[in-house]
């Protein structure tokens, strides 16, 4: 699995990249399938008030991309909500993977067909 960390305007720190690390680990923890990771950091200097902190993942697993994003005031607080709804796909991902390998109807017994019609 490669792990790509990248800022734009923004320095990555060893810190934020340990942060990150962290965090990735509970989504390798639940699907262990992942081909490779891009994290985006991105701080957009609108005004010294509006000062957005910007995180966002590609995740690439076999047979599917998934795309999060997430905007906070705080770069930690981003990661931290990015990672959440990167977890939440990917757990359904997952679960669409394991409840597509139901038997097909013409190999179950005639008794089962009849009583689920």
Known sequence: MNLTISGHH????PAIRDYVQAKLER???H???????AVILTV?????????QK???????????????????????????????????????KSQLQEHGHKAIKHLPEEQIIAAA
Do not use: C, W
């Open 10 to 13: 923004l320095e990555v720190t």
């Open 27 to 29: 989504v390798k923890r």
């Open 31 to 37: 699907f262990d399938q992942v081909i490779d990771i």
């Open 44 to 52: 957009d200097n609108l005004t010294e008030k509006e000062k957005r």
């Open 55 to 93: 995180a966002e993942v590609n995740l690439r697993l076999p047979g599917k991309t998934v795309n999060v994003a997430s905007m906070s005031h705080d770069l930690y607080a981003a990661i931290d909500t990015l990672i959440d709804k990167l977890d939440r796909q990917v757990m359904k991902y």
